[in-house]
């Protein structure tokens, strides 16, 4: 409409009846594209429509986080409180809990975890019958799909003072006397990693086999000839070849270092174990969905994104510096 | 020729290490198989014999009356009912309207590709985060609604890329031919793409059914109706909230034999729950891998 308005005005110069005629010529070329192409721009509009709900209204929705916002009031509505949440949280005594169990749980978790199932894979790599190799990879796979659920049950059975952990350690006389180990803070930070590395071992490996099974013949083929033997080619070989995907899946590990498993914890926790199962994520969970403390909620779980961005872009930067590969 | 013959034969260190390497992988897989067969082998046994333990590698006292008194609990087969019914209505819809968004997108010549493109990936890195995500579903009116398992799962970006790589690789012919012959783009997508898609629509949808079957979380913090709870949330609120007495007498209630226990139902609930995805696995394993490589190498 504009570009009409203004067309008579600006008539005496030439320059610009030209431009304005090619901007409009423009304009009617992309109008005619997208009308020609209306089924394919209202299939991809759907898409864009949803993420605007689902993706986009939440984080509109984190504003909340620097208000007072009620379940009376609407989240325009609700006064601005500026950084109090934040500062609330600071000086809340459980901060340094759910600081220490996340970073505690999560560190643990990747110096043996990270580890794991590299080695798994390079020694999955090193078995002579393929068949074999099928079989424990397909058995590897299986515990992931198996719901956090289910395997929350088994582990209450097992780790009960009747299950049979309590069997096994009285049998070998390593206890005296039957405990419920997950009544017990000391005992769970153990339980959540190891059942975590008992689920996801297998499955954490699939990445780490093809990125084997991409390393060149003639690799192996030369250093054959220069004499090296197995545990040579390995160190020499597998290993250099598949830095890459390690340093990737590295710098996401890192950032991921806040994010504990939600789904395992929530299932795992209980009153007796609190001291040691408050993580973040639980943390905002009963926070904003139980005591309804909606804005002192959303500002833990903003603080949490932003630091976990933070160490995505430190750790992608230092590891692009120390050897090259990158996220981005 | 004699020294090569030699290299070919193993030293003693590798010898050793063949065998330690076979000891720890069949120890691996022991450990992998042997809780889930102890759960089946203890749903399978009398509920009162099984409290005094040792039951290790077979049922000592069998029966299927745990199995029975799952099967007639009526809040734990109307958690199943609402399972079957989120994961193949989930399934479907998530995969068709992924696939269409992602033709859509794929197409080098649509207006505002970049655009589109950028959106998606905005929200790849940025969320909202559980609260304000709560409250979206909250003032959706989504609370104790069947579709709050259906429509905040229908879309995903990292299933749209898979899927993007993959229509790129389609022959364009066909859809010239289908375009000639006077189709939209629409039915292009659903006559000429959707029949040609099948390997990636398979992976999709595998993931997207696990995840729709494994799921608990949306049913306990947007459902109340025990009507409208998943089983996984149900064996959610056994295992975590120690409701299982509650659940006995459900059950003694339906039941006439005093043989079953809280513990006894659990297990057969678990095993009952596992079991379709167990059978499924391992005709679809391959599936899975290839969904999972695809995903992480483009994503």
Known sequence: MEVKIQQPVEQPINDTITETSTKKEKFKKIKKTIISQKYLQFMALLGLVWMFIFNYIPMYGLIIAFKEYSIIRTISEAPWVGLMQFKEFLQDENFWIVLKNTLGISMIKLIIGFPLPIIFALMLNELTSMKFKKAVQTISYLPHFISWVVLGG??????????????????????????????????????????????????????????????????????????????????????????????????????????????????????????????????????????????????????????????????????????????? | MFKLFKRNRRTTSEYIFDNVNLLIMLFICAITVYPIWYVVVNSLNDGIDAMKGGIYWWPREFTLANYKAVFETPGIVTSFGV?????????????????????????????????????????MFFSGGLIPYFLLIRDLGLFDNFLVYIIPTMFNFFHLIIFVSFFRELPKSLEEAAKIDGANDFMIFIKVIIPLSMPVIATIALFQGVYQWNDYFAGV???????????????????????????????????????????????????????????????????????????????
């Not at chain 1, 926790?269 to 969970?285: G, H, K, Q, T, W």
């Not at chain 2, 269409?100 to 505002?112: C, E, F, K, N, P």
């Open chain 1, 154 to 328: 088994i582990l209450t059975t097992w780790l009960a003072d009747i299950g049979v952990i309590n069997d096994i350690l009285l049998g070998l006389g390593l206890i005296s006397e039957r405990t419920n180990f997950l009544a017990e803070p000391d005992n769970f930070w153990a339980i959540v990693i190891l059942s975590d590395i008992w689920k996801e071992l297998g499955w954490s490996a699939i990445i780490y086999l093809a990125a084997i099974a991409g390393v060149s013949p003639e690799l192996y083929e030369s250093s054959t000839i220069d004499g090296a033997n197995r545990f040579q080619k390995m160190w020499h070989v597998t290993l250099p070849s598949i830095r890459p995907t390690i340093t990737i899946l590295f710098i996401l590990a890192v950032s991921g270092v806040l994010n504990s498993n939600f789904d395992q914890i929530l299932i795992l926790r209980n009153s007796l174990n609190e001291s040691a199962s408050n993580v973040i994520d639980i943390y905002v969970y009963q926070m904003g969905l139980q005591n309804a403390r909606y804005s002192y909620a959303t500002a833990v779980g903003l603080l949490k994104a932003i630091i976990a961005f933070i160490l995505l872009l430190s750790a992608n930067k230092i590891t692009k510096k120390l050897n090259g590969t990158s996220l981005f």
């Open chain 2, 83 to 123: 399972t079957i019914a989120k994961t193949v209505i989930g399934t479907i819809t998530h995969v068709f309207f992924t696939a269409m968004v992602a033709y859509a997108i794929s197409r080098r010549d649509l207006y505002g590709r970049n655009f589109y493109m950028l959106v998606g990936v905005i929200t």
């Open chain 2, 221 to 299: 913090i947007f459902v109340n109706n025990p009507d409208l709870q998943p089983i996984q949330t149900y064996l959610y609120k056994v295992v975590a909230e120690s409701s299982s007495n509650q659940m006995m007498t459900n059950a003694a209630g339906t039941i006439a034999t005093k043989t079953v226990t809280s513990q006894s139902i659990k297990l057969a609930t678990m095993v009952v729950t596992t079991l379709p995805i167990m059978l499924v696995y391992p005709f679809l394993q391959k599936y899975f891998v290839k969904g999972m490589l695809i995903g992480s190498v483009k994503g």
